[in-house]
């Protein structure tokens, strides 16, 4: 037998690919939803590893909630220039102006519960039959429990107790009109897996992902950056500070942590010996033990 | 580095979770946060100590039960290796997801109650996993603490086992005393069971050899996905994607594309902006062929000296998944790889009696029940033998009406 060199970077990317892949063989019209963040900048060179001298046999969608960091938009402007491929935007503020979501209110008011609604128009708009999403196993319990092929109702509902058997690496993509399947490349992929494979693929990421000085408030026990989009009064003390992102979402709901972490290498070391998982900086996950279940079986992500 | 895929199995209550939570625990696996989300919850061990099980039972139902429901996948590593788990339920009605966290591991964990031995669980998650193919299991006595540590217990217990491993031809069986509770044994040797000279479970699993399993030498790749970007520079650009599923394919090897039989010659292996040599078996490439034959996704590219199985009448060994029992009057669809055709299951040879493993014949196929039956394809499928080649030698079936994925078929042997 020959032997060759194939780690476990390798094989995590081998089986994304192979993913990435059945969603171009077996659907009509699949989409990549981009947040903008590490995971889903994974997922596109992942695609341009499956599928180039090719084009994308599917539009990258970026729900947008209007609460952007700036450099995550920048990015996304630059990085879609780059590999040509189509964009779409879902915007938060269009379902808002539409009155078909209210705007949260109060201290903690974020849109990210809002996303699932412009989400779902969006998909309904374009009649995507599959949303490949960056989301994996190791974030959360219940999405601990998902399929690599995620069968979703028509009202974009995920109903834990009805998943389809999902046997070797064979994915069943089949569905009945209205349906949609949200499949997830990456579902094996630890958050150390995905800073290593940026580190070792030279991938650009967001400014913000690394140590820079801003201006936060506390918020929860947590540093969140001083924006307009969250609902300050005089009790939050701006200051300023050193820090870093370790997820991109929504400006008012992501917590920043402090860092000097400048290179990638600084936070792969901090992530290694970090105590606290990358979802303990999501306010939105605090709410409760089934928060993540609760908003699945809602339809988001 | 590689990564090492296990699943554990077990009745209800015999310490699954438990026994993840603790290897999770004890190599540090768990962070600060997800530690507090433990010690604030209200499910607590009787003398107070955290449940270890609450880390893998994620759905509101199954901390509600206390039971687990579906496959959780958790993940960790060590120096060694990285390992991906999946914490598979025990019931018998979810069988099923057993099967799916089972299918794509390769090693497994059976747990036995120690104060109870083999039970009926025990056969039939031993048969899933001979059925499955799984190439190591670990036998792991659990809460020994409850039997005071006792050797008699574990040897009495592990005799009856290597009974049923034998009758099942289970080839690579460990056995390991331990306490998932108490952590007997799982990262640390234990102290209050000197009379055991082996290592510890996390030991075990961080050494196993992987090399050996799923090695088929025969090159097969099923194609995904054909890239033609029809551009004035690349105007004659034809890669077929796929991933090897098997063995290797090097430049200028003779390779045949079933079903057509059409052959050809490597011309270029591409991996993105590489161009290597040679395509391994786990690997996903593009490979560009010297002649124009026609190849379409469902296609399979295999070496022409070592060619698979190509029949459109199968024997295969069937998991029924459905509540909707089998209804061999009607056509499902078959899918292998990338490959959709229709199907009928023509004829049940038998069915297991998964409990006493013996085979019956039967008429009716219903929701986890296992057999022999005989698939009858509309297009010839391209497979090997699924004791030789797990990842060429898998299919399930798909009933039109409702899309789900409703049986898992391992292939035995072609008909004819
Ligand atoms: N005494 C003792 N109890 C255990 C041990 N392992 C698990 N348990 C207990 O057995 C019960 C069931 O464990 P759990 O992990 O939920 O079992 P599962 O259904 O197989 O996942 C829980 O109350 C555990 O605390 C052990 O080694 N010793
Ligand atoms: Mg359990």
């Known amino acids: 037998m020959s032997t060759y060199n ?53 539009p990258l969608v970026h729900i947008d909630t209007g609460h952007n960091f700036q450099e995550t938009i920048d990015y996304r402007d630059k990085m879609i220039k780059r590999i040509g491929e189509k964009l779409i935007v879902g915007s938060v503020q269009e379902s808002i102006d539409q009155g078909k979501v209210v705007e949260q209110k109060g201290k903690n008011a974020s849109r990210n ?20 999403g960056g989301a994996r196993r190791d974030e959360e319990k219940a999405r601990a429990k998902e399929r690599i092929f995620s069968v979703r109702d028509e009202f ?9 058997p999902e046997l070797w690496n064979i994915y069943n993509g089949k569905i009945h009109k209205g349906e949609n399947v949200r499949i997830f490349p990456i579902s094996n992929w630890t958050e150390l897996d995905v800073w290593n494979y940026i580190r070792r693929e030279n991938i650009e990421l967001p400014s913000i992902y690394f140590a820079h000085e801003r201006e936060v408030i506390t918020r929860n026990g947590q540093l969140m950056a001083a924006s307009p989009f969250l609902n300050m009064d005089d009790e939050d003390v701006v200051f300023r500070k050193q820090v870093r992102f370790r997820t991109v979402g929504d400006m008012s709901c992501t917590a920043a942590v402090e860092s000097e972490a400048t290179l990638i290498d600084d936070i792969i070391s901090e992530i290694s010996e970090s105590k606290i998982s990358e979802r303990g900086a999501r306010m939105d996950d605090k709410v409760s033990e089934a928060a993540m279940e609760d908003r699945k079986k809602g339809g988001y992500f | ?33 997800q530690l507090e989300a433990l010690q604030n919850s209200n499910r607590k061990n009787d003398d107070g100590t955290i449940d270890l099980a609450i880390l893998t039972d994620g759905l509101r139902a199954e901390r509600e039960q206390g039971i687990t429901i579906d496959v959780a996948y958790k993940y960790f590593q060590t120096d060694k290796r990285k390992f991906i788990i999946a914490d598979t339920p025990g019931h018998i009605q979810y069988t099923r997801n057993m099967v799916t966290g089972a299918s794509t591991a390769n090693l497994a964990i059976i747990l036995i109650d120690a104060r109870n031995g083999v039970v009926e669980q025990t056969i039939r998650h031993s048969y899933l996993v001979s059925l499955l193919g799984i190439k190591h299991l670990v036998v792991c006595i659990n809460k020994m603490d409850m039997v005071d540590y006792s050797g008699e217990v574990y040897n009495s217990i592990i005799d009856k086992y290597k009974v049923l491993a034998q009758q099942l031809k289970l080839a690579a069986v460990t056995y390991i005393p331990v306490s998932a509770l108490k952590g007997d044994n799982i990262v640390q040797n234990s102290e209050r069971m ?24 025969l090159a097969r790749m099923p194609v995904q996905w054909v890239i033609r970007p029809q551009t004035d520079e690349l105007h004659d650009y034809r890669g077929y994607a796929g991933r090897v599923l098997s063995g290797t394919f090097k430049l200028n090897d003779r390779v045949t594309v079933l079903p057509s039989g059409a052959s050809s010659t490597i011309e270029k292996i591409e991996f993105f902006d590489q161009t290597p040599d040679a395509a391994h078996a786990g690997q996903s490439v593009t490979i560009h062929l010297k002649d124009d034959v026609d190849i379409s996704r469902g296609d399979t590219i295999v070496n022409a000296s070592a060619l698979p199985q190509a029949s459109k009448l199968i024997e295969a060994d069937l998991c029924w998944m459905d509540g909707r029992a089998l209804d061999t009057s009607i056509m499902y669809l078959i899918q292998h790889n990338s490959k959709v055709t229709k199907c009928k299951i023509s ?17 009716e196929f219903k929701l986890n029940d296992i057999g022999r039956v005989i698939v009858k394809t509309a297009d010839a499928l391209a497979f090997d033998l699924y004791d030789d080649n797990r990842a060429n030698g898998s299919a399930i079936l798909i009933d039109s009406r409702t899309n789900l994925t409703v049986g898992a078929l391992m292939f035995r042997a072609a008909v004819e």
């Open chain 1, 6 to 58: 194939f780690d476990y970077l390798d094989e995590l990317e081998a089986e994304a690919i192979h993913i990435l892949r059945e969603v171009a063989g077996q659907f009509e019209k699949p989409a990549l939803l981009f947040s903008g963040g590490k995971d889903s900048i994974t997922l596109v060179r992942l695609a341009e590893k499956a599928f180039r001298p090719g084009k994308f046999p599917f």
């Open chain 1, 113 to 132: 519960a809002l996303q699932t609604v412009t989400l779902l128009d969006t998909i309904a708009k374009y009649e995507f039959d599959a949303c490949i």
């Open chain 1, 156 to 164: 974009g509902q995920w109903d834990p107790k009805r998943q389809r």
């Open chain 2, 1 to 33: 580095m590689n990564i090492l895929k296990f699943f554990t199995a077990g009745s209800v209550d015999d310490g699954k979770s438990t026994l993840i939570g603790r290897l999770l625990y004890d190599t540090d696996s768990i962070l600060a946060d």
């Open chain 2, 194 to 217: 000197d009379w055991y000279e082996g290592e510890s479970l996390l030991h075990f699993l961080e050494q196993v050899d992987t090399d050996n399993l799923d090695k088929s030498q």
């Open chain 2, 347 to 363: 004829e049940i040879l038998h069915k297991v009696d998964i409990n006493t493993l013996e085979k019956h014949p039967a008429d």
